[in-house]
């Protein structure tokens, strides 16, 4: 209290406000335990994370989890090869406003204080009241006053025109390059209490001045004032997505996408160079015009690092960074910034510290699945459990953004994946007259990996048509080359194609064993099972898959196929749906769709869901065909005299040939004539059916004509057939 002796030793003073008004040492008795810091502190090595990155139970719109995969112990084997070549804002999916460039000396803050619910120890991060002073719990001494005020000059060319931020080194100034004419930004390497010490940082951040890239702020020099060393940056004009989110509120999903996918390139390139950003948060990314930076280098450092000081941001950083930060634990950052930029995320550094909000609690999230499920992979508690890379986040993220775009603006903007072909069906050629049935085969096959080395042999077994023989010649390769995982799993593969289940169970299961993040092994323990005719089970595979490929369709694609085989009507729907509004190029999805949807008895909806296919797909006459079928069907419910209007013109419209088209034709006035002479339907004057009045007379005509027509394309017995049934269905007449 006020007039006690100060307990430093050695000092005369007495307590005023707490604090001794001789040497600035907080009184010993006032302080309490410190509260958790709210911004960039170094991180305590070796703390554990006070909850699980993944909440418990379903978590998704499709009622499921990420499986738990590996063992104490376990390691992750990496199979990412590929590189995102999408460099645009946006990647062209959507047009962002640019951000008009500002005065720089208007960012200059005229009373440069820190709040103090933003002071907190360097040392212990207790809670401090004085602007400077000696920390009362650990004596740390500290200050957040600025060291460097207007018209200083730094280095004999670094003329400072003001303090612009506080961040976790200290404060963070406006200069002018006297010798270059160029406005730059000095942020403190060191808060030291010796020149020698400053003179040590400075040598040790020379590294930074390497760092080249277009969304990384420019390092231009290391400077020293007495016992501070200083990085000269870049100047940045804009706003940072910081203060962009504190003026809107949570911004729009694809906008937020954006933004991350453009900075993640910037990840990518300092992992390369064997660095970590450390600190990533929305407060350190700034928008300029068209484009997004990356501002502030301070906490970066080399990824073998063991001694240095650790910066982080509580809420922002994963369990495991006080340990040593890692690039998987940057992707951790960039999760949580970009759940950040979507959402209000209450008790963000407490109870959400490590976890996000369910879909029952955030709305977006139930919007957009495959959004929630890059971000669960991105926090994921375990750090083998996320994205292997930034190139790799950055493809999957760009995929969430195809999506968004498409869900949220009906503008199709397709992409090529790096992990899948395209559908099958959509390469299929004929069968127009064919139902497209539920099948496995048409599924995108899932690309190799072409690290392999067996790479060149597999792709070559893959060619043979014979099954049995492209089995034998795998299976060769896999003893020649025992550390090809892709002989292996190819092997597998091939075994379930030719009924050998077992077998090929047993082989993926193994390699499952040894790898199990592995999602290429997932997909073909899915696609035995479908093979084998267990959806249910297949269903589980392709779940995984999608929580590790959450931008990629072709896991939606399976997954719903499997759902609709197993019965999971509903999830098959919002698959299939998610897929072919998103890139119709995806034919399975939109049959899959009409079907279920038809199974549901909405016809006019299935109907509908065939119109997705496009012209330019070979499929499309197929399509149509599929819709005059589903027009007609009355399994479950009788058409009504528009839908048989509707298909009779639409079979009017096709160019068939003329089997086909009498083929067709006959189906619809057979369907046309059941229903009628069952009393389903009335007869009416007014609805055409092919031309013909919808009575019972005038459609079997119709319908002998059809079955005489095709009986002259054919012979023999298939002739005669037909013959007889013109004969059978023709009307009674007097001659």
């Known amino acids: 209290m006020n007039g006690d002796r100060c307990q430093q030793t050695g000092c005369t003073g007495t307590i005023q406000d707490g604090y001794c008004d001789l040497c600035g040492h907080a009184d010993n008795k006032s302080q309490k335990a410190a509260a958790a810091p709210s911004g960039s502190v170094p991180s305590v090595r070796g703390s554990a994370p006070t909850s699980s990155g993944v909440p418990s139970g379903p978590i998704t719109g499709t009622g499921s989890s990420p499986m738990s995969r590996g063992g104490k112990g376990s390691r992750r084997t990496s199979h990412s090869s590929t590189r995102t070549s999408r460099k645009q804002l946006g990647a062209g999916l959507l047009t962002l406003p640019d951000l008009p460039s500002a005065d720089p000396e208007k960012a200059v803050m005229a009373d440069p204080k820190v709040p103090e619910r933003k002071r907190f120890c360097p040392g212990c991060n207790g809670p401090l009241k004085r602007e400077a002073g000696f920390c009362g719990k650990c004596g740390q001494k500290y200050s957040f006053l600025p060291t460097l005020h207007p018209g200083d000059v730094v280095a004999g060319q670094y003329e400072v025109k003001g303090a612009i931020a506080f961040g976790g080194l200290g404060w963070i100034y406006l200069g002018f390059d006297k010798l270059l004419s160029r406005y730059v930004v000095m942020k403190g390497l060191l808060n030291a209490n010796d020149e020698a010490s400053a003179a040590v940082a400075v040598a040790e951040r020379q590294f930074l001045a390497a760092v080249k890239h277009p969304n ?48 993640l390139p910037a990840f990518a390139y300092l992992h390369q160079m064997g660095l970590v950003y450390c600190d990533f948060k929305p407060d350190n990314v700034m928008l300029e015009k068209d484009d997004v930076k990356l501002i502030d280098m301070g906490g970066v450092r080399r990824i073998d690092d063991t001694k240095g000081d650790i910066y982080g941001t509580v809420g922002y950083s994963a369990p495991e960074a006080g340990e040593g930060p890692t690039p998987v634990s ?30 029952q609690e955030e709305p977006r999230f139930a919007q957009h699945e495959s959004l929630y499920r890059c971000l669960l992979k991105a926090t994921a508690e375990n750090p083998d459990d996320r994205f292997e890379s930034a190139d790799e986040m950055t493809e999957q993220i760009l995929g969430v953004l195809r999506e968004v775009v498409a869900l949220e603006s009906g503008t199709i903007r397709p992409g090529s994946s790096l992990y899948f072909s395209g559908d099958l069906l959509a390469f299929e050629s004929g069968n127009e007259m064919e139902p497209v049935k539920p099948e496995y085969r048409y599924l995108p096959m899932a690309a190799m990996n072409t690290t392999d080395p067996a790479f060149q042999g597999v792709s070559n077994a893959n060619m043979l048509p014979d099954l049995r023989k492209r089995a034998t010649a795998l299976n060769a390769i896999s003893g020649k080359s025992p550390k090809s995982r892709e002989a292996r799993i190819r092997l597998a593969d091939t075994l379930a194609e030719i009924g050998k289940h077992d077998d090929a169970e047993k082989m993926l299961a193994a390699l499952a064993q040894e790898d199990p993040w592995d999602w290429r092994v997932l997909w073909f323990q899915g696609r035995g099972r479908l093979i084998r005719g267990d959806a249910a089970g297949a269903q589980k595979f392709f779940d995984q898959v999608y929580f590790d490929l959450p931008g990629e369709l072709a896991p939606k694609l399976a997954l719903g196929l499997a759902a609709e085989l197993a019965g999971h009507f509903d999830l098959a729907l919002k698959m299939y749906d998610l897929v072919s509004r998103t890139d119709p190029a995806f034919v399975s999805a939109a049959f899959g769709l009409s079907r279920c949807l038809l199974l549901k008895g909405d016809r006019a909806a299935a109907v509908q869901a065939l119109d997705r296919i496009p012209q330019s797909s070979s499929q499309y006459l197929r399509a149509r065909i599929e819709a005059i079928r589903t027009l007609i069907r009355h399994d479950h419910q009788p058409p009504s005299n528009i839908d048989l209007a509707q298909a009779s013109a639409l079979a009017e419209s096709l160019s068939l040939n003329g089997a086909d088209r009498y083929r067709l034709a006959g189906q619809i006035l057979t369907a046309a004539l059941t229903l009628l002479t069952s009393g389903r339907l009335q007869p009416s004057a007014q609805v055409k059916i092919l031309g013909r009045p919808l009575n019972e007379t005038q459609l079997r005509f119709g319908l002998e004509e059809c079955f005489r027509s095709t009986a002259r394309l054919l012979a023999g017995e298939a002739r005669i057939d037909l013959v007889d049934r013109a004969n059978a269905v023709r009307p009674r007449t007097v001659f």
């Open 330 to 359: 940057d992707l951790y950052t960039v999760g949580r910034s970009l759940a950040v930029l979507l959402t209000d995320i209450h008790g963000f550094s407490s109870d959400h510290r490590y976890t996000l909000p369910s879909p």
């Open 216 to 263: 990384i702020v420019g390092i231009y020099n290391f400077v020293q004032r007495g016992a501070e060393g200083f990085i000269v940056m870049e100047y940045v004009g804009g706003k940072t997505l910081k203060q962009i989110r504190q003026e809107r509120g949570p911004l729009p999903v694809a906008e937020s996408i954006a933004y991350i996918h453009r900075i």
